[in-house]
């Protein structure tokens, strides 16, 4: 089922997923947009450590033990929320151990996949496909139009019992305008080209090259001594500022090389975590990488963002044409 606007699939669908005696149990990383939902639903929440299993699995014991606070009644309903790819820290969700945890205590699963769908898995059909899990495992799978398929909206995939009941339920499929006839036609031409259906095997080497792509910024920017989050299939690559005050200085820095980056700090982040955000496409060939590499490099020795404690090795400078030696 498809909706005009992605923050409003996740904001405006789960308060008619669940209600007051439900409990949501949300990572503590979650997009905005899920916890706003979560608030709006009128739910009780709780929150557990980032990709933590013990968290999570010490928070769903107690749920099902001790049930709803004061009555002691069973939930109505137990909703474990997590997402594919984390926006803001490029780490990858553990699915498989979320999957056996809702199984073992008779949750539920929304997962968002707004940076995942189209990005990783062999044929680009995300988190379930990277880990090699069937999709009937995840009860409520959610992404966005706005990422992989170039254009805008969002989407709920789930068992036709569920989608039959937003359609009558959910405040964004009732009251909310439907999606463009030009932007619907831009998703259906992307699906094509990523399924192969167009007659050619564009998706799959853009998917191949994104891949490849993100291996290879994340390993460069490793050997330079910047700390990076993330796993390394995550085409999300967080570089860390730490200092409030280099942010701005990081950003002005780039921009005079022609370089434009998305800088994040606090609220969005701790106050001690501010850092740069690199979203990494198959359109960027190793020229475009590497010139970014290379003035990644003067800014960080120039504002000294290389923090890294690991032995650097030198790596080739393609600007200069020979190999720039950075400190160990």
């Known amino acids: 089922m498809i909706f005009g606007m992605g923050f409003a699939t996740n904001s405006m669908n789960i308060p008619a997923l669940v209600g007051k005696g439900c409990l949501i149990v949300s990572d503590e990383l979650n997009h905005t947009s899920l916890i706003l939902g979560a608030r709006l639903s009128g739910a009780t929440i709780r929150v557990f450590k980032h990709n933590n299993m013990h968290s999570l699995e010490k928070l769903l014991r107690e749920a099902v033990c ?19 790819i984390y926006s803001m820290e490029g780490s990858v969700v553990r699915l498989p151990e979320i999957i056996a945890l809702k199984k073992k205590y008779k949750a539920y699963l929304y997962l968002d996949e707004a940076h995942s769908i189209g990005a990783v898995g062999p044929s680009g059909r995300g988190i379930t496909e990277l880990f090699n899990v069937s999709p009937a495992d995840v009860d409520v799978m959610m992404g966005t139009f706005t990422k992989s398929f170039g254009a805008a909206g969002g989407y709920i995939a789930g068992k036709k019992d569920l989608v039959d009941y937003l359609r009558s339920h959910s405040h964004s499929a009732v009251y909310a305008s439907a999606m463009s006839p030009a932007i619907t036609e831009q998703v259906t031409r992307a699906m094509k080209c990523i399924m192969g259906q167009d007659g050619s095997m564009e998706g799959i080497r853009r998917i191949r090259q994104l891949a490849e792509n993100t291996r290879y910024f994340r390993a460069k920017l490793k050997d330079m001594g910047f700390i990076i989050y993330g796993d390394d299939d995550s085409p999300v690559v967080p570089v860390l500022l730490y200092m409030p005050g280099k942010v701005v200085a990081f950003a002005r820095e780039m921009l005079e090389r022609r370089i434009g980056v998305v ?38 020795d120039l504002l000294c963002l290389k923090f890294s404690r690991r032995k650097r090795s030198s790596w080739p400078d393609p600007c200069k044409g020979t190999n720039s030696e950075v400190d160990s």
């Open 66 to 84: 001790s049930g709803q606070p004061r009555t002691r009644r069973p939930w109505k309903k137990i909703l474990i929320m997590v997402e594919g």
């Open 263 to 300: 800088v994040v700090g606090f609220p969005a982040t701790p106050i001690t975590e501010a850092r740069a955000r690199f979203c990494l496409s198959a359109s960027h060939t190793r020229e475009i990488l590497d010139q970014v590499l290379h003035h990644m490099n003067e800014v960080g």
